[in-house]
């Protein structure tokens, strides 16, 4: 009761949800914590820091302003401090999206590294923006800026993951659209579905960027991608994999991975699994990795007929083994994450069908564990939020014992965080700096054209 006592009136449903969550069958414990985020938070992200703590980042808008937010949050997930990243200038317009965000990654030195969108200041079309990488080498206090892609296009650039990769040096991938530019993107004319129009196809690209700002390594991974579906990636030792969704000549868009060898090579993409899942417009609905040691897990969605699937698999920096059936229904939405959890296992969140509403106008964000021998728990609902777009995308980090979890929720007033602590209710050792770190970074299900973001 003294949990629920500390609820308000309209968080009664969802704290008596977590309350019940903490005896199922999955021995998980979710409390419920608080946040610094104002009115109009959207868009968060969590990182996992060198001391054992969490950083979570967010946007907030206020009229035609935009600003990225930094909370540093203890082991426990309490708020120690919390600050401002950066806000757009009145000569600047940033590129706000549900499905594409910000995120933070802590380097091996100490530095944060982040990251906003901008619209290009050279184009008028909506869809032209640039990725600019900002970093403090003093935990939020100072932010330095640069454009991480210089191709020089007005063009779309984001969906960016980042991951330390060694001293000073942030390994930043992300899709870029400089193949995709047309005259109808300059002239700023819009496709349906609020995409843009594309004559060519994206590509994942990469580049290690140092504290000077100095770029190097610059590749293209992969040159024809899915257009809007949001990358993930992790160090594996002295590699590094991401995965993401491709695309091939006759749309098939099934997910693959690369490995990035310690001279900086990346190999031939490969499939995660053989979906075969062909759709003519991009499902805003990418991948999720997490690494525990040696050991993989990827998770994604896909679809067969009209059911969409969320679907996982364990592996190693080779690939990936038999896949693992998650949920599947015509009211799942996917929107997957994933983060190494306790004792060689693995926790998944996704967006399913919520079994208390038969009118699919609400969806449930779940949870479930994935121990060493690839037994899926069962699932935990945490919350019912209604479906749609501004739910955006629920995201998670682990020290090791310690899992958080964040979302958006809209309200009246807009939108707000919700943020809880999923620890295992069999494990009495409290979350703390000797947790075992596993480095790990991190970056609506849509049938329309595909043209660029949502």
């Given at each position: 009761?003294a949990?629920?006592d500390r609820?308000?009136a309209?968080?009664l ?14 021995a ?10 104002g009115a109009?938070?959207?868009q ?12 979570l980042?967010?946007?907030?808008k206020?009229g035609d302003?935009?600003?990225l937010?930094f909370?540093?949050l ?5 708020v120690?401090?919390?600050g401002?990243?950066?806000?757009s ?5 940033w ?8 995120s ?5 030195n100490?530095?944060?590294?982040s ?9 008028a ?7 600019y ?10 932010w330095?800026a640069?454009?991480?892609n ?42 349906a579905?609020?995409h ?20 190097t390594?610059?590749t293209e ?5 899915c257009?809007?579906c949001?990358?993930?990636a ?11 969704r491709?695309?091939s000549e006759d ?5 693959r991975f690369?490995?990035r ?17 062909r ?11 997490a690494?525990?040691g040696?050991?993989?897990?990827g998770v994604?969605v896909?679809?067969?007929?009209e059911?969409l699937?969320?679907?996982a ?9 038999p896949?693992?059936?998650i ?13 190494a ?6 926790l998944l ?5 919520d ?16 121990d060493r021998?690839?037994?899926?728990h069962?699932a ?10 501004n739910?955006g995308f629920p995201?998670m980090a ?12 809209p309200?009246a007033e ?9 620890t ?11 947790s ?7 970056p609506?299900?849509d049938?329309?054209s595909?043209s660029?973001?949502?």
């Amino acid at each position: 009761m003294a949990v629920v006592d500390r609820c308000t009136a309209r968080r009664l449903l969802a704290c008596a949800l977590l309350i019940a969550s903490s005896v199922a069958e999955s021995a998980l414990t979710v409390t419920p914590l608080s946040t610094p985020s104002g009115a109009n938070a959207a868009q968060p992200a969590l990182a996992a820091d060198r001391d054992g703590g969490f950083i979570l980042t967010w946007q907030e808008k206020s009229g035609d302003s935009a600003s990225l937010r930094f909370a540093k949050l203890d082991p426990a997930g309490k708020v120690q401090r919390s600050g401002l990243i950066a806000a757009s200038a009145p000569d600047q317009s940033w590129f706000i999206n549900w499905a594409d965000f910000p995120s933070l990654s802590v380097l091996d030195n100490g530095d944060w590294v982040s990251f906003w969108l901008q619209k290009s200041a050279a184009s008028a079309s909506p869809y032209a923006y640039d990725i600019y990488l900002t970093r403090s080498t003093d935990q939020g206090r100072q932010w330095s800026a640069r454009l991480l892609n210089g191709d020089g296009t007005a063009s779309e650039h984001g969906f960016v993951s980042l991951l330390p990769a060694g001293g000073d040096q942030v390994l930043a991938l992300w899709l870029d659209g400089r193949h995709s530019a047309s005259p109808e993107i300059a002239m700023g004319e819009a496709a349906a579905d609020d995409h843009a129009p594309h004559a060519g196809a994206m590509s994942l690209r990469s580049a290690l960027v140092d504290r000077l700002g100095r770029s190097t390594q610059e590749t293209e991974i992969d040159a024809r991608t899915c257009d809007c579906c949001n990358t993930d990636a992790v160090r594996i030792g002295d590699q590094t994999m991401v995965v993401y969704r491709d695309r091939s000549e006759d749309e098939i868009r099934d997910t693959r991975f690369s490995v990035r060898d310690p001279r900086g090579h990346w190999s031939a993409p490969q499939l995660v699994h053989a979906d075969h899942w062909r759709i003519a417009g991009c499902p805003v609905n990418g991948p999720a990795l997490a690494v525990h040691g040696k050991r993989l897990l990827g998770v994604w969605v896909t679809m067969q007929g009209e059911q969409l699937q969320v679907r996982a698999a364990l592996g190693d920096r080779s690939g990936f083994g038999p896949m693992i059936e998650i949920e599947s229904g015509t009211e799942t939405q996917g929107r997957v994450d994933a983060a190494a959890f306790g004792n060689q296992s693995f926790l998944l969140s996704w967006l399913g069908a919520d079994a208390s509403d038969s009118g699919g106008t609400h969806t449930a964000i779940k949870i479930a564990r994935l121990d060493r021998h690839g037994k899926l728990h069962p699932a935990q609902t945490l919350v019912s939020l209604p479906a749609g777009r501004n739910t955006g995308f629920p995201r998670m980090a682990s020290n090791g014992n310690t899992a958080l979890l964040v979302w958006t929720e809209p309200n009246a007033e807009g939108s707000v965080l919700q943020l809880v602590r999923i620890t295992d209710a069999n494990n009495s050792a409290e979350p703390g700096p000797s947790s075992p770190k596993y480095p790990r970074s991190k970056p609506d299900f849509d049938r329309g054209s595909d043209s660029g973001r949502p």
